[in-house]
């Protein structure tokens, strides 16, 4: 095992170093906390004396509430969640229908003149417009089930 040569004045300085921090954790054990402590038991004794309990309670002003306004604050917020889920239904529906009718409006305009001689895509386009108008009315009536519902 190699060993550390220390040279005599760093060897003096360590040495100086421990002895000053063995004095200071001395005072500190044998001086410092104890005055500490008796300094915190004289300023429990002179401001934190108190003899009676009892003189310390307060009264606790808790509201207590009141259960027929909570539940009239609750059926208040459930219906405009209702009401709000009435709103979304239909615009929904009203978005759908909407974007039917674009698509509707599509197909027709790209239906080409049966004069042309190009009858199969005709044919094909009319199928996709009776599709989409049989969607528009199944629309139109969940609409309506919707605002018989609400």
């Known amino acids: 095992m190699a060993s550390l040569g220390i ?3 760093s060897k003096k300085q360590v040495d100086d ?3 000053k921090l063995s004095k200071e954790a ?3 054990l044998s001086k410092f906390f104890p005055e500490k402590l008796e300094q915190l038991q004289m300023l429990l004794k002179t401001s934190f004396n108190c003899e009676d309990l009892a003189s310390i309670k307060a009264p606790l002003d808790i509201p207590i509430p009141d259960p027929a306004k909570e539940e009239a ?3 208040k917020k459930e219906e405009k ?3 709000k889920d ?3 239904d239909k615009e929904e529906g009203k978005k759908d229908k909407d974007s039917d009718k674009e698509a509707e409006h599509g197909v027709h305009l790209q239906i080409p003149r049966i004069e042309d001689g190009n009858n199969f895509g005709v044919a094909v386009q009319e199928k996709v417009f009776e599709l989409l108008t049989n969607t ?3 629309i139109e009536a969940f609409q309506t089930q919707i605002s018989k519902y609400y």
Do not use: A, I
């Open 26 to 28: 001395e005072e500190l």
């Open 136 to 138: 528009r009315t199944k």
């Open 86 to 88: 009435k709103d979304s």
């Open 73 to 75: 604050r609750r059926k």
């Open 81 to 83: 969640e209702g009401k």
């Open 7 to 9: 040279g005599f004045e």
């Open 17 to 19: 170093f421990c002895q």
